[in-house]
């Protein structure tokens, strides 16, 4: 600034130079303040305390440079000692908070007298902190960073709403192509019962179920739960085997714990178990202590006894593509009691995948009924493996001719040669399942499917 000592001039690029030294800043914003400029030195002490919060001297600055730049006139002034030769009178006040005669006048008579023991001065003015904050706001930050999970609750790792729990969804049953025969089930065993109250009551029925999908790889098992979740209107949390093991004992099932609490404050809530043959293993077979006792929890869990409300609006999804190494107390009556062959898709569903992963993709005159039939026990997994492998070729030709090309009926066949259905190799274990495991006829409607296919 024009105006400006050389003083000021130079302890302003020694302030520019050593920004961190907090005297060298201090000094600078007292001969600011002496100068009149009381803004200046607000800043400046803000810099300070933002390199030493903790520093006395920048808050004594502060509060005087802001009661200076808040106040109205002049700034306070020494009063004058009495005359030598004047009358005895009690002591002045050293310092006047408003100079003025009125600041060197004794008080009225009809004021209250002072006490005679304290000195006579004027009620210093109030200071306005709401014009202060509004000085500093922009220029000292917080010291302390606030923990919103120590806020609102204890802060602690398995606290029960820091799970994910979707919203309900906009799927639904109908957005799954083809398998006419997975939905009717669904709706006759679990969703049908659901929908009808006034029914419900009538038969006894709680409002509460568990529902286990089983069957090859990649078939749409998660999908279809979801689709389940969309019906019922009900919120959606996923649960995998990584979302429960901890390394600390008790911990896993704390987890579970949580999961189903959260589910229950959520109700109606879909709460689906991903993998449950590594969830719920069989404890015969488990030889770790901490995977049996999650076991034990998932099983209090389904059966409502921990939360001593029950499970009223949980309904709980579990799929698995090896149910037979699921333990067996899991699958038990009034836990995940009913269960649920999911298949390959079928011609329809072949075509709506197909559909679904060509729809961005360049093609020309591709022949879908032929596509459908040269893909039959296909899992969606593998039609979508199909797409991106006559993508691959024509991009490749493409690549080398140097003009594009469209992806054709004949690329999409030579994928489908080329691959293999992923589902056959666990037909294949399943078939031994069915015929030589099928205790109480768990696995009847694979073994029917095994009949029709010719597989048996």
């Known amino acids: 600034m024009a105006d400006e000592s050389p003083l000021i001039r130079s302890l302003r690029a020694a302030v520019a130079a050593a920004p961190g030294d907090v005297p060298l800043r201090l000094h600078f914003a007292e001969l600011l303040l002496a100068e009149g400029r009381s803004d200046e030195a607000v800043a400046e002490a803000a810099v300070a305390l933002q390199h030493a919060p903790g520093d006395a001297g920048a808050r ?10 808040a106040a109205e006139g002049p700034a306070p002034a020494v009063a004058e000692p009495p005359a030598p030769d004047g009358p005895a009178q009690s002591p002045a006040p050293t310092v006047a908070e408003n100079p003025g005669p009125a600041a060197a006048q004794p008080p009225a008579p009809d004021e209250p007298a002072q006490a005679a023991s304290g000195p006579t001065s004027t009620p210093a003015p109030s200071f306005d902190w709401d014009a202060a904050e509004q000085q500093v706001q922009d ?26 729990v979707d919203a309900p969804g906009s799927v639904r049953l109908a957005d799954v192509g083809g398998m006419e025969e997975v ?25 509460r179920g568990g529902l286990l999908l089983y069957g090859p790889p990649g078939c749409g098992k998660t999908f279809i739960a979801r689709a389940v979740a969309g019906e019922l209107g009900a919120s959606f949390l996923t649960v995998s085997l990584s979302d429960v093991l901890d390394m600390w004992i008790g911990a896993s099932e ?10 229950r404050r959520q109700a109606p809530c879909v709460v689906f178990l991903d993998e449950l043959d590594a969830l719920g293993a069989k404890r015969s077979r488990t030889h770790h202590s901490g995977l049996r006792n999650v076991v034990n929890q998932l099983l209090t869990e389904l059966d409502g006894i921990a939360s001593g409300a029950g499970n009223e609006g949980v309904f709980v999804l579990a799929a698995t ?19 649920l062959l999911v298949l390959p898709p079928d011609a329809v569903a072949r075509e709506a995948i197909l559909r679904y992963h060509l729809r961005e993709r360049p093609i020309e005159a591709v022949d879908l009924g032929k596509l459908v039939k040269a893909t039959e026990d296909f899992s969606g997994a593998d039609l979508a493996h199909v797409c991106e492998t006559a993508a691959e070729a024509a991009l490749l ?36 399942v069915a015929m030589f495991a099928n205790e109480g006829g768990l696995y009847d409607d694979l073994l029917a499917h095994l009949k029709r296919k010719r597989k048996l």
């Open 60 to 69: 004594a600055l502060m509060v005087r440079a802001m009661g200076l730049s």
């Open 139 to 164: 220029l000292v930050g917080p010291r302390f960073l606030e923990d919103p999970q120590a806020a609102d609750g204890d802060g602690t790792a398995g606290d029960a709403d820091a799970w994910d």
């Open 183 to 207: 939905k009717d089930r669904l709706e006759a065993a679990f969703l049908a019962p659901m929908r009808n109250p006034e029914l419900r009551r009538l038969y006894g029925k709680s409002l």
């Open 254 to 263: 704390k987890n579970i714990h949580d999961i189903f609490e959260t589910a």
């Open 321 to 339: 593509n090896v149910p037979w190494d699921v333990d067996i107390a899991l699958r038990r009556p009034g836990r995940l009691d009913r269960t």
């Open 397 to 432: 030709d493409s690549a080398r001719s140097g003009s594009v090309r469209l992806i054709t009926t004949k690329d999409l066949l030579g994928a489908a040669k080329q691959i293999k259905p992923s589902t056959e190799p666990w037909f294949a274990a399943a078939r031994n």
